[in-house]
């Protein structure tokens, strides 16, 4: 399981929503293996008065926070934020510095889905790689 939040000023963050989601869900898919139907993405796009951010940072300054199961190697995380880092440079030209990720892991037992906790619930792909 993937959630997926992504912060960033309106006006930069609402015309790439859909690219970019693209851009972290094939990220996610190769580097945990993970179904190509299973996309869970949520965005936050914020007035400039709710978002403060560093000097140096640029409007273009994006937050992703992904939440899963715990299970997944370093090196398969580590490769999940070079993807994101590499992919999401190329093709919206966001620079690193103005792009964060948060990988969040919990049991699954704390998490609720389609009425049972996650460590009763049925998958089809792998948590442990």
Same mark, same amino acid.
């Given at each position: 399981?993937?959630? #997926?939040?992504?912060?960033? =000023?309106?006006?930069?963050?609402?015309?790439?929503?859909?690219?970019? !989601? %693209?851009?972290?869900?094939?990220?996610?898919?190769?580097?945990?293996?993970?179904?190509?139907?299973?996309?869970?993405?949520?965005?936050?796009? =914020?007035?400039?008065?709710?978002?403060?951010?560093?000097?140096?940072? !640029?409007?273009?300054?994006?937050?992703?926070? #992904?939440?899963?199961?715990?299970?997944? !190697? #370093?090196?398969?995380?580590?490769? =999940?934020?070079?993807? =994101?880092?590499?992919?999401? *440079?190329?093709?919206?030209?966001?620079?690193?510095?103005?792009?964060?990720?948060?990988?969040?892991?919990?049991?699954?037992? %704390?998490?609720?889905?389609?009425?049972?906790?996650?460590?009763?619930?049925?998958? *089809?792909?792998?948590?442990?790689?």
């Amino acid at each position: 399981m993937a959630q #997926i939040k992504i912060y960033g =000023l309106k006006e930069k963050l609402n015309p790439i929503k859909q690219e970019l !989601s %693209n851009i972290i869900h094939s990220c996610v898919v190769e580097a945990f293996e993970y179904p190509v139907e299973k996309r869970f993405h949520r965005f936050f796009p =914020l007035e400039r008065e709710d978002f403060y951010f560093p000097e140096e940072r !640029s409007d273009a300054y994006t937050v992703i926070e #992904i939440s899963i199961f715990e299970g997944r !190697s #370093i090196s398969a995380k580590k490769n =999940l934020m070079n993807l =994101l880092y590499q992919q999401i *440079n190329e093709v919206l030209e966001i620079r690193t510095i103005d792009l964060e990720i948060t990988i969040f892991e919990t049991p699954k037992h %704390n998490w609720g889905i389609r009425g049972v906790p996650g460590d009763e619930l049925v998958l *089809n792909y792998k948590v442990e790689l």
